[in-house]
């Protein structure tokens, strides 16, 4: 029998969405062992002046448990 956890994580990026998503995989990546799947939560944006300054998500992130 295999049993997963679901963590959920923030990133943030200047660049996009998508680079928020890589780094905060990335990240994860170096203290959780066996990540299996993710799936994006939420996206938001900080703006200022008119212009978006930060992209925002929020992460969950599957992983395996073992004995």
Do not use: N, P
Not at 7 to 24: C, L, N, Q, V, W
Request: hydrophobic share 40%; with cysteine; charged share 25%.
């Amino acid at each position: 029998m295999s049993v997963a956890k679901v963590i959920e994580i923030s990133s943030e990026s200047t660049e996009s969405f998508d680079h928020a998503i890589s780094e905060g995989i990335s990240r994860a990546s170096q203290s959780i062992d066996d990540i299996c799947g993710a799936w994006v939560k939420d996206q938001s944006m900080v703006i200022q002046d008119g212009q978006i300054k930060e992209y925002r998500v929020d992460l969950k992130v599957t992983f395996m448990l073992h004995k």
